[in-house]
């Protein structure tokens, strides 16, 4: 578990091509990341590469207006489950989702949510980041 | 100088953002990196990151439909100038370009090209690597 205080998540989207494959920058409790992935439908393959400030802070330039910031905790809930809570920031302020992995499928299928949790998203394409950036909340 | 065989150069884009953002990967000489490049109008940046072998092997597979295939050669040409001469292969097949750089813009305008030049293309977008591997030879 991380502190009370949560991480910082910088998320800045570089380029997404044509067939949704996605280029992003990614800033989180000081460490800085390039990530490729493919997009919907084809097989998955996805690649995070280390970057130095530097670097970051170059290619951060190229994300302007496909950004998200938020600030990610981890929650811990019943039965050894954790939570994701990413509370977002800037354009996306009033936005938290919560979002929790499962050891196995029945896991999820027997699995009630905390009353604080909300409305359900999952599979709701508008809450992925990659939308988030683009087109802002739903 | 290189020998006269050549460099393989592949270069496959993963992805063109709409503001033409290019990232790219590129395998030389048995070197690999991953590159990203501002688009057209916008400030100049361009990060070549050094990528091992599986990852130019996982992110390659990413780039179908959009890849370059060519042998580059250096050839020394009159005044201490060299060519890079690149002999495109696969659906490129035939296709033949030669590019020098000058130490200044006198020594270019100066410039006489060799008679096996032919057709001037300096400033054809369509000729841009980019271009030759998304909409093919002009």
Redesign the interface.
Known sequence: MRSGAGDAVEQG??????DG???RVRRRAGEST?T?K?GPG??R?E?E?P?DDR?FS??W??SEGRRVSKIRHLVPLDGGLTAEVDVYADALAGLLTAEVEFPSEEASGTFTPPPWFGEEVTGDPRYANQSLALHGAP
């Open positions: 989207y570089l380029a997404i091509g044509s494959v996605e280029v390039l490729v493919s084809a097989r393959v690649e590469l970057i670097r170059s290619l330039a190229l």
